[in-house]
């Protein structure tokens, strides 16, 4: 495996955080039951508006009867890549929650908010574990959601394709020099005191 350029943040990121990428690239192994499994449960402990746990995360694993059917939800560039790797799991959560006062269900804001958070814990514990991961929102949403037979009241969000890295030539040529960590907008673009600043405004 070719050594990869290092992502310098500017301050005392952790290198866990840091590390973190998403390669297209993966190596056709399969992964086990109990394996997934111990990288989907880092997302159950992600915060959550008044400890709702929106989130859903349901999969297919390489060689299992779920497998293509989960790969044909995928838009073709994805699947074009994503066939090789060995898990995917579809991140989806409830809009609305139970009222504490009635118990009727009442809109949940933040829902898709708590999601997040539970996908990135679930990608950094892959990472932990010697996984990489790929989120992907190019699929059919339709599609999926009535595949995965999600209830009315969920949403399905993105879907994150977990594998072994591979080697980036097995990547058709114009993806090959993509296959690299990403670089990131600078803080000062993003982060601003007190107000808004627009990044074009940004000294």
């Known amino acids: 495996m070719t ?12 290198p866990f955080i840091l590390n973190r990428w998403s390669p297209r690239a993966f190596t056709p192994d399969e992964i086990t039951q109990e394996d997934l499994l111990a990288i989907l449960d880092a997302g159950r402990w992600a915060p959550s508006a008044y400890n709702a746990q929106p989130w859903r995360f349901i999969y ?4 299992t009867p779920g497998w293509e059917r ?3 939800w995928l838009i ?13 799991v579809y991140i989806a959560s409830r809009t609305v929650t139970d009222s504490a006062r009635t118990g009727e269900p009442i809109e949940a804001p933040s829902h898709a908010f708590d999601a997040g958070a539970a996908s990135v814990l679930i990608q950094l514990q892959a990472n932990q574990n010697g996984w990489h991961t790929h989120p992907v929102s190019g699929f059919d949403k339709e599609l ?22 591979g080697r980036a030539i097995q990547l058709p040529e114009n993806l090959q020099e993509r296959e690299k960590p990403s670089t990131r907008i600078p803080l000062d673009a993003l ?11 940004v000294s």
């Open 144 to 165: 999926a959601h009535a595949g995965l037979e999600l209830p009315e009241d969920h949403v399905v969000h993105a879907a994150i394709i977990i594998g072994h890295r």
């Open 191 to 201: 982060a601003s005191e007190g107000r808004f600043i627009p990044p074009t405004t």
């Open 60 to 63: 297919a694993r390489r060689n």
């Open 76 to 88: 073709p560039f994805n699947r074009a890549w994503a066939e090789n790797a060995s898990a995917i």
């Open 3 to 14: 050594s990869l350029p290092e992502r310098e943040a500017g301050s005392k990121v952790a």
């Open 70 to 72: 989960f790969l044909s």
